[in-house]
T-cell receptor, first 115, second 117 residues
Framework: AQTVTQSQPEMSVQEAETVTLSCTYDTSESNYYLFWYKQPPSRQMILVIRQEAYKQQNATENRFSVNFQKAAKSFSLKISDSQLGDTAMYFCAFVDAGNNRKLIWGLGTSLAVNP | GAVVSQHPSWVICKSGTSVKIECRSLDFQATTMFWYRQFPKQSLMLMATSNEGSKATYEQGVEKDKFLINHASLTLSTLTVTSAHPEDSSFYIC?????????????FGPGTRLTVL
């Protein structure tokens, strides 16, 4: 079965510092996509970053970057220069390219950015 | 781009009544729309997947007759909770994946909080 594991239920970081959120996944597929979504207190789910499994280059979006280790099935998210607005639940998710686009979700990491 | 709206954002209804929630992709055509339910401090639970013009595919354990899904066009899907009961109270979220571009990526609506009295 395909699974996504986020081993850090809660994390905190000081404003302007860097934090890394962990995510591992399990699949036997070779073609898939990985995502980090952010859900702030408003509960709007926001796409943070997307990674295609066939690309070795790590995706980046401004202050957000990933460390994608395909062999280790690891997909961590690094947030640089943390801002108060980064306070949110962060979900790691996986989709098998041939599986009707159903997302497999991790349980989430609650990140608090402290002033 | 890739904006998804949901209406209403919150609704309170009496037990036994039906509630309809609309999900619209505002600036793209959606091949597939998804309906989720989220309990407090938990991840999203997929309820069903719908493709325009086709019957929805429900996840195991989701009552088809209770949660009616209609995907009438490439920009609109609706979820109707029929004969709602207090245990149906929850946060419902829809998402849509685009016909073009990153077809594997889901874009989410802001959610609907349903309270059944």
């Amino acid at each position: 079965a395909q699974t996504v594991t986020q081993s850090q239920p809660e994390m905190s970081v000081q404003e302007a510092e860097t934090v890394t959120l962990s995510c591992t996944y399990d699949t036997s597929e070779s073609n898939y996509y990985l995502f980090w979504y952010k859900q702030p207190p408003s509960r709007q789910m926001i796409l943070v970053i997307r990674q295609e499994a066939y690309k070795q280059q790590n995706a980046t979006e401004n202050r957000f970057s990933v460390n994608f280790q395909k062999a280790a099935k690891s997909f961590s998210l690094k947030i640089s220069d943390s801002q108060l607005g980064d306070t949110a639940m962060y979900f790691c998710a996986f989709v098998d390219a041939g599986n009707n686009r159903k997302l497999i979700w991790g349980l989430g990491t609650s990140l608090a950015v402290n002033p | 781009g890739a904006v998804v709206s949901q209406h209403p954002s919150w609704v309170i209804c009496k037990s036994g009544t039906s509630v309809k929630i609309e999900c619209r992709s505002l600036d793209f055509q959606a091949t597939t729309m998804f309906w989720y339910r989220q309990f407090p401090k938990q991840s999203l639970m997929l309820m069903a997947t719908s493709n325009e013009g086709s019957k929805a595919t429900y996840e195991q354990g989701v009552e088809k007759d209770k949660f009616l899904i209609n995907h009438a066009s490439l920009t609109l899907s609706t979820l109707t909770v029929t004969s709602a009961h207090p245990e149906d109270s929850s946060f419902y979220i829809c998402s849509a994946s685009s016909l073009q571009g990153y077809t594997d990526t889901q874009y989410f609506g802001p959610g609907t909080r349903l309270t059944v009295l």
